[in-house]
């Protein structure tokens, strides 16, 4: 048994949330570079570069990427032989995002109250989704997620006996729907099968996969690849206005479900991308 103060936890969560609020992640970097290259629009090579230009100031001089510095999602694989000592898992993440914020200066988005609106000044609570895993050791993954595109996500509980083109159809129509509301170029996570919460969680999980990978289920990954030719054959561009860049990934992870269900989740996730991961 491994015993981890949680102290350690919260202070790699407050780096976490200040180098994912500073720093786009390489991948996300070089595929706006790759759609720059190759993007004939001019107006919409001009809109990529800007992006080019924002991660690189955000990144020297330690400034957000984006003034929406978002709700804290934190999915956590923790090990059976570990042991956390002085406070609970929970404890020392919010521990680490009220320090985060505030050493970080990052905008506090969250609200008590769905309907009465008060922010609660720390941008507590965080979603924390935490699976239990073998080893002796906790791997952190942190996203930032902005609301822009959070309110563009959708679900849809489809007759399981669906034709595989509505499925594409359906989250096609997402993308479109969401136009330049998501701050594309995008990269969409979609969650198929589970329940009505499952597939949601699926989907936000798909996301913190690096661009480029392809699911390991080739039913999965050959939808992927339709998808994001689809998507870009759509026109929307960045910012909407136009070009063939209007996603720059999409990831599809699914889930058994129950014999008369399926469950499909589209989540939206905007150019800046903000994720980061650890291992304690």
Same mark, same amino acid.
């Given at each position: ?9 919260? =202070? ?73 000592? #002085? ?16 050493? #970080? ?15 609660? #000044?720390?941008? $507590? ?59 594309? !170029? ?13 597939? !949601? ?20 990954? =050959? ?24 996603? $720059?990934?999409?990831?599809? =992870? ?8 399926? !469950?499909?989740?589209?989540?939206? =996730? ?11």
């Amino acid at each position: 048994m491994r015993n981890i103060p949680a102290r350690h936890i919260s =202070e790699a969560i407050k780096n976490l949330c200040i180098r994912a609020n500073y720093e786009l992640p390489e991948d996300v970097l070089r595929a706006l570079k790759s759609a720059h290259r190759t993007e004939t629009n001019s107006r919409a090579r001009d809109i990529l570069q800007q992006l080019i230009d924002n991660a690189r100031i955000a990144r020297t001089k330690k400034i957000p990427l984006c003034q929406d510095t978002g709700v804290a999602i934190v999915f956590v694989e923790t090990g059976h032989d570990v042991k956390i000592t #002085g406070g609970t898992l929970t404890e020392a993440i919010h521990a680490g995002i009220l320090q985060g914020y505030k050493e #970080g200066y990052l905008r506090k988005s969250i609200v008590h109250h769905p309907i009465l609106r008060k922010n609660t #000044g720390t941008n $507590l609570p965080a979603h924390i989704h935490i699976d239990h895993v073998p080893g002796n050791k906790i791997k952190i993954h942190f996203l930032a997620k902005g609301g822009g595109a959070e309110n563009c996500s959708q679900i849809k509980m489809f007759k399981p006996t669906v034709d595989p083109e509505e499925i594409q159809a359906f989250v096609i129509g997402v993308v479109k729907q969401a136009g330049a509301s998501a701050c594309p !170029p995008v990269i969409v996570g979609v969650g198929i099968g589970g329940t009505f919460d499952k597939a !949601p969680s699926l989907a936000k999980k798909a996301l913190f996969r690096k661009i480029g990978s392809r699911n390991k289920d080739k039913t999965a990954a =050959e939808m992927e690849k339709e998808l994001l030719a689809k998507i870009n054959q759509t026109g929307i561009g960045p910012s909407g206005l136009g070009g063939k860049t209007t996603a $720059l990934a999409v990831f599809v =992870e699914s889930f058994p479900c129950h014999i008369a269900s399926l !469950p499909v989740a589209v989540n939206m =996730e905007c150019h800046a991308h903000r994720v980061k991961e650890c291992v304690i």
